[in-house]
């Protein structure tokens, strides 16, 4: 062990990771409570600067270490991987639709979860050993699918290739396009969902719901491809942001659920006639830009429930790919969704400021056309919705119009609840016209 300072120039393959990583994987035994200590002392510098574990690093760039703390003489006790059997070597590669020498494009079947967990002792990162393919290198996860979810999934073959994803995914720049089974038709055939979502308190985080008051900007885009008549339709979905459950949540909540999806839609999510119980939603097609330069761009085959499903429908299956591509609005940045939790922090704080002002002797009554005491509106605040409808809207908002349009389902002001000057802002929306005008 050495009492000097260590210095490490970054690599190539390090390009743009965080540097709490960088030392999972160069100095694994320097845990990161040391390295938050380090960070928090001064005494971990890049390129002579403080720096801290979330900070990303770039190539060539030199890191300037403390040296290492005096070890325990209890080793620390290493995982070992338990090799893949030849039938589960087979079937992870059996799954592989693109393979060149950055990335593989896996199409993932229902049922089969990405990542681990309780009681999940089966998923794609047990298997990855196994798309090794001769490179020496494990493969890496980059993002990942719900377990019921089938199609296209993204591995990085290199850390290089990892990093480089990774940013795609967090810009927004990488596309994603799902095929659905929805129950009934949206009374709009091309529109954006945009409501904030937030894990469901008491569900210990398994589940997800619309919270406009504390929940994450959201927004998802839907095109109908086909319908059978008012029962179901074949929806075509883009998320342009990355929510946990954030298609099959959207789509419940204008009323029209994943077909499969009880979790969400309860039973009226399933559909009678043969059609299968699973989950009717696939990730189609993948586009994202290649490390190398040029793009990857795979198209995932259906599995056979829904392409049963869609020929049980009547639907002619090419017609899904006949669709124009969909580029859609520019993806929301990081600095966007900020501009717009503030803002709907501040509207929250300003309706709140108005009603104290507000209260009197006469607190009690129900004011003309207000609410009483602040209660809750009748369904979720779904961008394209009828106003004072109990129960979710049919739709959501037409793709092109502004964000935050269409009507407010917000009662008008009282006597003793002034309307902001200019009206308040909706949450993450646009504005939202003041005193229930239309």
């Not at 960088?22 to 971990?44: C, E, I, N, Y």
């Amino acid at each position: 062990m050495t009492d000097s300072i260590r210095e490490f120039t970054v690599g190539f393959d390090d390009d743009g990771i965080r540097l709490d990583r960088w030392f999972k994987r160069h100095l694994p035994d320097t845990s990161f409570t040391t390295v938050a200590m380090w960070a928090r002392t001064g005494q971990l510098r890049v390129d002579g600067a403080r720096a801290t574990p979330g900070d990303r690093i770039v190539a060539g760039q030199q890191l300037r270490v403390p040296p290492p703390e005096a070890k325990a003489d209890t080793p620390r006790p290493v995982r070992e991987r338990v090799p893949l059997t030849d039938d589960q070597q087979a079937y992870v590669q059996d799954m592989v639709i693109h393979r060149d020498a950055a990335a593989i494009v896996l199409n993932k079947p229902p049922g089969l979860a990405t990542q681990g967990g309780t009681k999940t002792t089966e998923h794609i990162d047990n298997l990855l050993d196994g798309l090794e393919f001769g490179s020496g290198q494990r493969p890496k996860l980059v993002h990942r699918l719900d377990k019921d979810t089938s199609g296209a999934l993204l591995i990085a073959r290199t850390s290089r290739a990892a990093g480089f994803f990774a940013k795609a995914f967090s810009s927004r720049t990488a596309r994603k396009t799902y095929w659905a089974l929805v129950v009934g038709v949206p009374s709009i055939d091309d529109g954006t969902v945009d409501l904030p979502l937030a894990k469901q308190p008491g569900s210990g985080g398994e589940k997800m719901h619309v919270d406009e008051e504390n929940g994450l900007p959201s927004r998802s885009r839907y095109r109908v491809i086909e319908r059978a008549g008012n029962r179901a339709c074949w929806v075509e979905l883009t998320p342009f942001t990355g929510r946990t459950h954030q298609l099959r949540v959207h789509m419940a909540a204008i009323g029209h659920p994943i077909v499969g999806d009880g979790k969400y839609g309860g039973p009226a999510a399933f559909l009678t006639g043969g059609i299968s119980r699973k989950m009717h939603l696939h990730s189609r097609r993948i586009r994202v830009d290649h490390p190398d330069g040029g793009a990857i761009d795979v198209t995932a085959e259906l599995p056979s429930h829904i392409a049963e499903s869609i020929a049980t429908l009547g639907f002619e299956l090419a017609a899904g790919d006949r669709m124009p591509i969909d580029d859609g609005p520019p993806p929301m940045t990081r600095e966007v969704e900020k501009q717009r939790a503030r803002a709907h922090a501040k509207s929250v704080r300003k309706e709140r400021r108005g009603e104290r002002r507000g209260r009197g002797p006469d607190a009690g009554a129900a004011p003309t056309g207000g609410r009483s005491g602040g209660a809750g509106r009748t369904g979720p605040a779904t961008k394209g919705g009828s106003p004072g409808k109990s129960g979710p809207p049919r739709g959501g908002k037409p793709a092109g119009a502004p964000p935050g349009g269409g009507r407010s389902n917000r009662p008008g002001p009282s006597a003793d609840r002034p309307s902001p000057p200019g009206g308040r802002s909706g949450p993450r929306g646009g504005p939202r016209n003041g005193g229930g005008g239309r």
